[in-house]
């Protein structure tokens, strides 16, 4: 929920995570390469940030991952054609040794950026270049289309609105629109929120299929101990109420002083594809509020960009 991610105040236990480490490094990478315009922006960032000097060793940077810079410049090697390249090619472009883009080549092919011609023994790039260009030009213009509506909600619920995309058993923020009234619970992009305790996951859940929805709640039963009977039947009645009304509730069920209403943008084919929801602390957004004023609005927004968002959803 816009409040529900969390503090010292936790309704519900901690969730375990049980993401896959692909899936998390892809969305870790999506929200690191949304801050730039192209991937010659990024990595001329990594360079700069690699060449400055650092307080305690005055050379250079060692929290930059050298790999991931070297990766990004092999695939940045390949010109607007596409033309196929080998091994000795890349190296000079790129300043490296052969032998260490050898290896970066072979990595790139395994994962899918680069195609491998055995026959010429050069390289082009692959389709999960597009995949990752695509992802990350969608995850841009979808903020885009939804910032001024979700800013417009917040300023008149006095509130925050948040968006977010699933990630396992959780939701991630990629936009958040905030209020001064509503910094009092510190969320941001690249905020996590258990999908079980929250009005946007619950609304999520209740939007999946039937296999995917209980799949995922089976996966974090075993994280709440003794409170999973509780959690389960709060979840479950809020996941039934969201079927019915489009939207779901969350009453402190996961930060205690927060309330939260969210609800889903779709694709075409009705598949959820994000989580949107309004929030605060439960002295301004009551439940009340939340169910007859401001999920309603929120309802609107969510049409409004999927109506918009028609072409990258």
């Known amino acids: ?31 690191a390469m949304s801050r730039f315009s192209s991937l010659s922006e990024m990595e001329t960032a990594l360079v ?8 305690s060793s005055g050379t250079k940077d060692y929290r930059i991952n050298s790999g991931l810079a070297r990766g990004l410049a092999v695939l940045k090697a390949f010109g607007p054609d596409n033309r196929p390249i080998g091994n000795a090619e890349i190296a000079a472009r790129v300043g490296l040794s052969k032998a260490t883009v050898s290896r970066l080549t072979f990595t790139l092919t395994e994962l899918g950026y680069l195609n491998y011609d055995e026959e010429v023994g050069r390289y082009s790039l692959g389709p999960a270049v597009l995949t990752l260009g695509y992802d990350v030009m ?8 939804a910032r001024p509506y979700m800013q417009s909600l917040a300023e008149y619920a006095n509130a925050s609105v948040y968006l977010g995309t699933a990630d396992g058993n959780e939701m991630i923020y990629i936009e958040a629109c ?12 690249g905020s996590r929120i258990p999908l079980i305790c929250t009005g946007m996951g619950r609304a999520f859940l209740a939007a999946l299929p039937e296999r995917e929805r209980e799949a995922q709640i089976s996966a974090v039963s075993g994280n709440y101990g003794d409170n999973w009977p509780a ?9 039934a109420f ?7 509730l969350s009453d402190g069920d996961w930060i205690v002083e927060a309330n939260s209403a969210g609800t889903v943008v779709r ?20 439940n009340e509020r939340l169910e007859h004023d ?15 968002a028609r072409g990258v959803l």
Do not use: W
């Open 1 to 31: 929920m816009a409040q529900e991610a969390g503090s010292e105040t936790l309704a519900c236990c901690t969730t375990a995570r049980t993401i896959l480490p692909s899936r998390r490094l892809h969305l870790d990478i999506l929200l």
């Open 48 to 55: 700069r940030r690699r060449q400055a000097p650092t307080a």
């Open 138 to 145: 969608a995850q841009m213009e979808i903020r885009d289309i």
């Open 178 to 189: 905030r209020t001064k009234a509503s910094m009092a619970i510190r969320l941001g992009v």
């Open 231 to 239: 959690v389960e039947a709060r979840a479950r009645a809020q996941i």
């Open 242 to 248: 969201a079927k019915e009304n489009g939207f779901a």
């Open 267 to 286: 694709r075409t084919d009705g598949y959820p594809v994000y989580g949107i929801n309004v929030g605060g602390l439960r002295s301004i957004v009551t």
């Open 294 to 308: 401001l999920a309603p609005r929120l309802l609107d927004v969510a049409r409004e960009i999927e109506h918009l």
